[in-house]
């Protein structure tokens, strides 16, 4: 549990890059060959990207950590990893780092900041889509391999690209507590919301359930629509589809 007041700071020293080490193992509990190893978390942090962490008294409970990218002539970060330890979740803990990696990135004169998320995990949709305000229109079946971590349950790593455009609107009005109203006409894919228990007990459902959710996403995106909205219902998480707003840069 957090108690104390938390200090987000930038992660400087050998010690801080092992820390971060050291807590993907307690939230991910990969295998030790599937870490970031420290090496390559001291070349972030040196080489333009960022690693931020969030320390209650001198123990670390949260790091962000990105890269530097560049695409179709523009630079901007990759978010490869937020990680807070269990205990500490749900205290606004991760919403500060990302929030702190926004007004870094501005600070630097960068305007995109983005990561990939699992499209089953709507805990992680809604707060990316509604609480920061990202927009999503891209989709890599499988992108890191099947993975040693319980929580992907032996299923393929299929992940969507949040873009973070970090000085339009609905960012604005996201990060300030306003949720962005999504059009009033759109399409919708929607989720079980208990798919994290499906996962558990039924793999074959599970895959089946990616599936048809990977067929609807390239269906959209390939018509140009994006997701701009995400909505939780009783019986499931609805990402909430339109085409793509005239003030996201393509």
């Not at 987000?8 to 939230?27: G, H, I, K, Y």
């Not at 990135?105 to 609480?131: Q, S």
């Not at 960012?171 to 962005?180: L, N, T």
């Amino acid at each position: 549990m957090t108690t104390g007041a938390i200090q987000l700071r930038a992660c400087t020293s050998l010690e801080d890059f092992d820390r971060c080490v050291e807590l993907q193992r307690q939230v991910w509990g990969f295998a030790d060959i599937e870490l970031v190893p420290k090496d390559v978390i001291v070349v972030a942090a040196s080489t333009g990207g960022q690693v931020f962490g969030a320390f209650e008294g001198g123990e670390m409970v949260g790091f962000v950590l990105a890269f530097p990218g560049y695409r179709n002539a523009r630079p901007y970060l990759h978010s490869h990893m937020l990680a807070v330890r269990p205990e500490s979740r749900d205290h606004g803990v991760g919403r500060r780092l990302k929030l702190k990696q926004r007004e870094d990135a501005l600070a630097r004169g960068l305007e995109l900041v983005e990561w990939t998320f699992d499209p089953l995990e709507l805990k992680n949709a809604y707060f990316n889509v509604e609480r920061l305000g990202v927009i999503v229109r891209r989709y890599v079946p499988n992108k890191y391999g099947v993975t040693t971590s319980p929580l992907h349950g032996g299923l393929a790593t299929d992940r969507v690209v949040a873009e973070w455009w970090l000085k339009t609107g609905r960012v604005e009005a996201a990060v300030a507590g306003r949720s962005p109203a999504p059009a009033s006409t759109c399409q919708r894919i929607a989720v079980p919301a208990d798919i994290g228990e499906i996962k558990q007990h039924d793999r074959g459902a599970a895959e089946r359930v990616q599936r048809e959710v990977r067929e609807q996403f390239e269906k959209w995106f390939a018509q140009g629509y994006g997701v701009t909205g995400f909505v939780r219902e009783e019986r499931s998480g609805v990402y909430l589809l339109e085409p793509t707003p005239a003030e996201i840069p393509r």
